[in-house]
């Protein structure tokens, strides 16, 4: 799986627990049917969500009967959180290495990286303001001034 889907497979899987009330083993959702709701291979759920346990959102329970549910409530976990616990970043590049000997080359990708660091500063400010309720929410204030991007895909 690339880096740049993990969070969006994060974001969704959360959502999905909460949107299911999955609170508890007994309520746990299996990697499957997560799977089916993303849609993504079970194996790339089961690496996200191996991630969001490390980082104290979800447990979970392998076996047959098992799965993931929240250990917060969707109102309590932020996006950025998520983000660092997928090791996300904006994912808007990096720099090249540079040509030795240019003096262009050997500037440019130390000023790109400070410029994709205050990008990444940025993009967690921005989604410390937004819940996993806020992307179950119908037209939460934290995302009403906002239209989705042209090149992202939308369910109609």
């Known amino acids: 799986m690339s880096d740049s889907q993990r969070f969006p497979v994060a974001a969704h899987s959360l959502a999905y627990l909460a949107h299911k009330g999955a609170y508890s083993p007994a309520e746990a959702a299996p990697s499957a049917v997560l799977a089916a709701?993303?849609?993504t291979n079970p194996v790339v759920v089961r690496r996200v969500t191996?991630?969001?346990a490390k980082a104290g959102l979800i447990a979970t329970r392998p076996g047959a009967s098992g799965g993931a549910w929240l250990l917060r409530r969707p109102e309590d976990i932020r996006l950025n959180e998520?983000?660092?616990?997928?090791?996300?970043?904006a994912h808007i590049?990096?720099?090249?290495a540079g040509a030795k000997g240019c003096p262009v080359?050997?500037?440019i990708p130390r000023q790109?990286?400070?410029a994709l660091t205050a990008?990444?500063?940025a993009a967690a400010e921005a989604l410390s303001k937004i819940t996993i309720a806020d992307l179950l929410a119908e037209n939460p204030a934290s995302l009403a001034a906002f239209t989705p991007h042209k090149s992202c895909p939308v369910a109609a």
Do not use: D, R
């Open 37 to 39: 709701s993303v849609p």
């Open 50 to 52: 191996a991630q969001l």
């Open 82 to 89: 998520v983000l660092a616990a997928v090791n996300g970043c």
């Open 93 to 96: 590049g990096s720099p090249p």
């Open 105 to 107: 080359s050997e500037h």
């Open 112 to 114: 790109v990286a400070k």
């Open 119 to 121: 990008a990444e500063v």
